[in-house]
């Protein structure tokens, strides 16, 4: 924090500062099953289609994420 690069090009630089917090993790299920918290999920592949999902993936143009099932 504090030795950001100058913004160069239009491209502007932030820095994140990020810490563990468990406490916090821990409540992170249950807001997502209040609705709290929503993850987009554009596809799910099974595992044995792992190629295909990261085949996928890497054309681009996802409403969301992809999601390996077991």
Same mark, same amino acid.
């Given at each position: 924090m504090g030795e950001e690069p100058w913004s160069e090009r239009g491209i502007r630089v932030y820095a994140l500062g990020v810490r563990a917090?468990? @406490?916090l993790l821990t409540e992170l299920p249950a +807001? @997502?099953?209040q609705g709290v918290l929503r993850a987009g999920v554009a596809e799910a592949?099974? +595992?044995h289609s792992a190629a295909q999902a990261h085949a996928r993936l890497f054309r681009g143009g996802l409403p969301g994420r992809i999601v390996l099932v077991p």
């Open positions: 917090d468990g @406490a +807001l @997502a099953d592949y099974p +595992l």
